[in-house]
Nanobody, 123 residues
Framework: QVQLVESGGGLVQAGDSLRLSCAASGSTFSIYDAGWFRQAPGKAREFVAAISRTGGTTYYVDSVKGRFTISRDLAKNTVALQMNSLKPEDTAVYYC????????????????WGQGTQVIVSA
């Protein structure tokens, strides 16, 4: 089992930056990819970014490319999402996810989820 806990959400203005962090515990040695998803009110959950175990491969949805950066620290069992140039449309609950199965980095099937952290971007 893997447990994930997100932190770092908050209320910011458009153009600001925010850094989300996800701490993993439990069977962390078994984690392959880690990812970030988001869900805005009334909308479906969206796959935002992912990073491979070694950090050598990443995935970003088109709407965040060039603004968001995912990173991973295996020694600390953490995954971060640096979000720059935030827009009101980035407002959502952000979820950290992990999987222990090997899949293509762009695959959105994940097994383990955090509880989510709220990000609100005001215009």
């Amino acid at each position: 089992q893997v447990q994930l806990v997100e932190s770092g959400g908050g209320l910011v203005q458009a153009g600001d930056s925010l850094r989300l962090s996800c701490a993993a515990s439990g069977s962390t040695f078994s984690i392959y990819d880690a990812g970030w998803f988001r869900q805005a009110p009334g909308k479906a959950r969206e796959f935002v970014a992912a990073i491979s175990r070694t950090g050598g491969t990443t995935y970003y949805v088109d709407s965040v490319k060039g603004r968001f950066t995912i990173s991973r620290d295996l020694a600390k069992n953490t995954v971060a999402l640096q979000m720059n140039s935030l827009k009101p449309e980035d407002t959502a609950v952000y979820y950290c996810a992990a999987r222990i199965q090997f899949r293509p980095i762009s695959n959105s099937a994940y097994s383990y989820w955090g509880q989510g952290t709220q990000v609100i971007v005001s215009a």
